[in-house]
């Protein structure tokens, strides 16, 4: 079993940049492919951004360029660096990973994060 827990959400201005952070337990990552969410309010949760333990990375068409996706192997931490931000940016935030390739098989509880204007 995995845990993650999310943090460093809050409220930042449009243009701003803030960090978030998921730390994982119970397994290291290093191995797994792992990602990012958001859920908007009253929309569906969405993709943001993945990392395989290749190397390869993906992002959502609208946060590339502006957010990275990256982990510290040795701290069992996967981060989103997000700059640039947009108030269409604003929602909660989940970190995922999964062992496998295809869908993710553990969630962490969110972080919320505002984009003010």
């Known amino acids: 079993q995995v845990q993650l827990v999310e943090s460093g959400g809050g409220l930042v201005q449009a243009g701003g940049s803030l960090r978030l952070s998921c730390a994982a337990s119970?397994?290291?990552?290093?191995?797994?492919?792992v990602g990012w969410f958001r859920q908007a309010p009253g929309k569906e949760r969405e993709f943001v951004a993945a990392?395989?333990?290749?190397?390869?990375?993906n992002y959502e068409t609208s946060v590339r360029g502006r957010f990275t996706i990256s982990r510290d192997n040795s701290k069992n931490i996967v981060y989103l660096q997000m700059s640039r931000v947009e108030p269409d940016d604003t929602g909660v935030y989940f970190c995922?990973?999964?062992?496998?390739?295809?869908?993710?098989?553990?969630w962490g509880q969110g972080t919320q994060v505002t984009v003010s204007s």
């Open positions: 995922a990973a999964t062992p496998g390739f295809g869908t993710y098989d553990y």
């Open positions: 119970g397994r290291t990552l290093d191995s797994y492919k």
């Open positions: 990392d395989w333990s290749d190397g390869r990375q």
